[in-house]
């Protein structure tokens, strides 16, 4: 048994895809175990995209990530975190394909709807940063 983190960006849920995603997540067959709605703090932003500072992108996409509510989440179950990339799609949902949630319902990069995490030890860094730090 595995867990993973995912979460819904402002964009997600500012369009109403709350209930859609988890939904597809439960009919995958991964457990939900812990959700909340939340706005992170600066601090939290910058830990959860610590890979990506300096980038040319990183400060509209802490900007982005902090402009409204989020729906982090853990979910468990077998290979959690590849099934739940696989449900997520391509980082651009232009070449998401179909069926998947940024396939379905993203346009651009800077706004694709969810993050995943891409690792269980990245996970479990990004649940103690969002759901018990
Ligand atoms: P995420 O971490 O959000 O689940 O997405 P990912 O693994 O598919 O992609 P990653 O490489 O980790 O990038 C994190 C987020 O940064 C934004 N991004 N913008 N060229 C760009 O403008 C660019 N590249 C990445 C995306 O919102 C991506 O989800
Ligand atoms: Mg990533």
């Known amino acids: 048994m595995e867990r993973t983190f995912c979460m819904?960006?402002?964009?997600?849920?500012r369009r109403g895809c709350i209930g859609d995603i988890i939904s597809r997540f439960e009919c995958k067959g991964l457990r939900l175990?812990?959700?909340?709605?939340?706005t992170l703090t600066a601090d939290q932003a910058a830990?959860?995209?610590?890979?990506?500072?300096g980038k040319d992108f990183y400060d509209d996409l802490i900007q982005f990530i902090t402009s409204g509510p989020v729906v982090p989440m853990i979910l468990e179950g077998p290979n959690a975190v590849a099934a739940s990339r696989a449900l997520i799609g391509a980082t651009d949902p232009l070449k998401a394909a179909p069926g998947t949630i940024r396939g379905d319902?993203?346009?651009?990069?800077?706004e694709n709807i969810i993050h995943g995490?891409?690792?269980p030890e990245n996970a479990d860094r990004e649940i103690a940063n969002i759901f018990t730090l």
């Open 105 to 110: 319902y993203g346009l651009t990069v800077s």
């Open 33 to 38: 175990v812990d959700l909340k709605l939340v």
């Open 117 to 119: 995490a891409d690792s």
């Open 8 to 13: 819904v960006k402002p964009d997600g849920v």
């Open 47 to 53: 830990r959860h995209y610590a890979e990506h500072q």
